[in-house]
């Protein structure tokens, strides 16, 4: 499957508190009518005409919409970022609403979500943080992904307190263990033993 990611803050309107009641996300430009009905140059003139985009705007605007129609599929993982929260959701379809495809209401186009989790930003995997803070609306992630792999990526690699612990402190404590291990203390031999057995399922 592929992950996607979503940020819901739109000119100072957060969207998330009915995302989360009413399972679903919304993304596009008003008064350009159902994407699925929309070739890709097709969608590309309603944009310009209706929107008045720069070409810059109007290539991100083409490449963002199609994204959210066409390249996110049922099943697949979205990520939205909601600020100092994160959320997690299963994708549904895509679809449109006519009432709400307007300047006011602006949530015509829309997708259905199943939320499994929500946590602070801070929680996440640096790779995820990376992954949420590149440039746009709406973006995939790089690469295929599986259940596991995501899950990994909602937590921080665990901590091995960075710049005081290295693989020379770590072979020392090891050579000490071993000398422990043929001291004439049994006890003492035993602690180490069970010390070494733990460090060798890491």
Not at 65 to 84: C, K, P, R, T
Not at 85 to 114: C, K, M, P, Q
Not at 144 to 159: F, I, R
Request: proline share 3%; charged share 30%; aromatic share 6%.
């Amino acid at each position: 499957m592929h992950l996607f990611r979503l940020k819901v803050n739109d000119a100072g309107m957060n969207r998330m508190p009915t995302f989360l009641e009413d399972n679903y996300v919304c993304f596009g430009l008003p008064g350009i009518g159902d994407l699925n009905q929309l070739s890709k140059t097709e969608l590309r003139d309603k944009l310009a005409e209706a929107n008045h985009l720069e070409e810059q705007e109007l290539e991100r605007g083409l490449e963002e919409h199609s994204v959210f129609a066409h390249a996110m599929q049922d099943g697949d993982y979205l990520i939205v970022d909601a600020g100092e929260r994160i959320h997690l959701g299963d994708l549904g379809d895509y679809y449109y609403i006519d009432l709400f495809d307007n300047a006011e209401d602006n949530s015509g186009h829309r997708r259905g979500v199943t939320w499994l989790n929500s946590l602070q930003r801070e929680d996440l995997h640096p790779e995820l943080l990376a992954f949420l803070s590149e440039e746009g609306g709406i973006g995939k992630f790089g690469r295929p992904v599986t259940q596991e792999q995501v899950e990994s990526m909602l937590s921080k690699p665990k901590a091995t307190g960075p710049g005081l612990i290295d693989e020379a402190m770590i072979q020392e404590a090891i050579d000490i263990l071993k000398t422990a291990m043929r001291s004439e203390d049994a006890d003492r031999r035993e602690r180490a033993a069970i010390a070494i057995l733990q460090a060798a399922r890491i």
